[in-house]
């Protein structure tokens, strides 16, 4: 019961092709909650030269905020694959921007590949991502704690950042939620 949808775009669409690619992320995300999917699978694995990802948490936002919408939020779960989630503020933000859960596909892959590479020889493949992930959860729940915040299900969504400069078009889709000062990047 879950739906993986592409969170890639196409830049031959020119300057509106990133808000194309967002509005079609949430319908498609709609017609799969409406299908009865359970878990929605925001993967930008597509991505090449030819065709940018979405970043993460505009992605995520914008689905978060359509689900919500339709009332279909607290039946169909977020899960971000991408390759932006780099470091926890990156992971942070995609949360609370309206994921469920986070997979930092490109930090995963990075430390296999560190794994048994020099210095870094007696490090294995399982124990490298299992030393990244650990990374992350404590980062995010520091970050978490900080906030006054116990639970992930208390941040998931909560929008607990601010939005500077972006177009009122943009915070309407994705952060609705957060505290804005618009601004013009579209």
């Known amino acids: 019961r879950a739906r993986r949808l592409d969170a890639t775009?196409?830049?031959?669409?020119g300057p509106d092709g990133l808000a194309v690619a967002a509005?079609?992320?949430?319908?498609?995300?709609?017609?799969?909650?409406?299908?009865?999917?359970?878990?929605?699978?925001l993967s930008d694995r597509a991505f090449?030269?030819?065709?940018?990802p979405l970043p993460s948490a505009l992605a995520a936002g914008a689905v978060h905020t359509a689900l919500t919408g339709a009332g279909l939020r607290g039946r169909t779960d977020l899960l971000a694959d991408a390759a932006d989630g780099l470091d926890v503020h990156a992971a942070a933000m995609v949360?609370?921007?309206?994921?469920?859960a986070v997979r930092p596909r490109l930090?995963?892959?990075l430390a296999a590949e560190l794994a048994g590479s020099r210095g870094a020889e007696e490090l294995t493949?399982?124990?490298?991502?299992?030393?990244?992930?650990?990374g992350f959860e404590a980062g995010l729940r520091k970050t978490m704690a900080r906030m006054g915040i116990g639970t992930a299900a208390s941040y998931v969504g909560?929008?607990?950042?601010?939005?500077?400069?972006?177009?009122?078009?943009?915070i309407e889709r994705c952060f609705p939620a957060a505290p804005s000062w618009p601004g013009t990047v579209g």
């Not at 775009?9 to 669409?13: E, K, R, Y």
């Not at 090449?48 to 940018?52: A, C, I, K, T, W």
């Not at 909560?158 to 943009?170: M, T, W």
Request: glycine residues 8%.
């Open 48 to 52: 090449g030269l030819g065709r940018p």
């Open 125 to 134: 493949v399982e124990r490298a991502v299992a030393n990244l992930l650990a």
């Open 95 to 100: 949360l609370a921007a309206g994921a469920t």
């Open 158 to 170: 909560g929008a607990q950042f601010e939005v500077l400069e972006l177009a009122p078009e943009v």
């Open 9 to 13: 775009w196409d830049p031959s669409l």
């Open 23 to 41: 509005e079609r992320l949430a319908a498609d995300a709609l017609t799969a909650a409406h299908a009865g999917a359970e878990l929605v699978v």
């Open 107 to 109: 930090a995963i892959e």
